[in-house]
T-cell receptor, first 114, second 104 residues
Framework: DAGVIQSPRHEVTEMGQEVTLRCKPI?????LFWYRQTMMRGLELLIY????????DSGMPEDRFSAKMPNASFSTLKIQPSEPRDSAVYFC????????????FGPGTRLTVT | GQNIDQPTEMTATEGAIVQINCTYQ??????LFWYQQHAGEAPTFLSY????GLEEKGRFSSFLSRSKGYSYLLLKELQMKDSASYLC?????FGAGTRLTVKP
């Protein structure tokens, strides 16, 4: 298995632009997680899905952030409009269980908003 | 809310043993996980405890006390490649991580 796939690996954009991050989970995993990591705040859970349904989005910072999972093999995290404080590494992870089984992380997308 | 606390940094010598502690507060409990993260890379799973006691996996062991909300990760026979951040995880939330530096 190729593991969790994320794209792009790096994204540099200007403030105000829309950013879309993509994730393909491991086949058969029914849980998908989006995390954001910064030096100041560490690794924060933004949202997670079970069987393509959002279960907990309490970590989504504000309305500028949205996430979708149209099918079992694809998810997107969108930021519109982007701001410099959104600069971070965004990780996608998948698992066979939430909180009871280990998560497998993608390589991350390093986002820089100027 | 949920607090997961662990030391920010630790330093140890190659070949030695180091213990990284984690305390947590949560209304529900499904298990306590430890992940390793090398600089510039994604976290990778190390160990999992759901019952009290010690789980051993080679050079790495993890201990859990649910009544105390306490866990530790024990690394034996430290190697230079063990220099990394170690993240405590409970209920899908992560602690800030402990950056371990192994010196010759």
């Amino acid at each position: 298995d190729a593991g969790v796939i994320q794209s792009p690996r790096h994204e540099v954009t200007e403030m105000g632009q829309e950013v879309t991050l993509r994730c393909k989970p491991i086949s058969g995993h029914d849980y998908l997680f989006w995390y954001r990591q910064t030096m100041m705040r560490g690794l924060e859970l933004l949202i997670y899905f079970n069987n393509n349904v959002p279960i907990d989005d309490s970590g989504m910072p504000e309305d500028r952030f949205s996430a979708k999972m149209p099918n079992a093999s694809f998810s997107t995290l969108k930021i519109q409009p982007s701001e410099p404080r959104d600069s971070a590494v965004y990780f996608c992870a998948s698992s066979l269980g939430a909180g009871v089984l280990e998560q497998y992380f993608g390589p991350g997308t390093r986002l820089t908003v100027t | 809310g949920q607090n997961i606390d662990q030391p920010t940094e630790m330093t140890a010598t190659e070949g030695a043993i180091v213990q990284i502690n984690c305390t947590y507060q949560t209304s529900g409990f499904n298990g306590l996980f430890w992940y390793q993260q090398h600089a510039g890379e994604a976290p990778t799973f190390l160990s999992y405890n759901v019952l009290d006691g010690l789980e051993e996996k080679g050079r790495f062991s993890s201990f859990l006390s649910r009544s105390k909300g306490y866990s530790y990760l024990l690394l034996k026979e430290l190697q230079m490649k063990d220099s990394a951040s170690y993240l405590c995880n409970n209920d899908m939330r992560f602690g800030a991580g402990t950056r371990l530096t192994v010196k010759p």
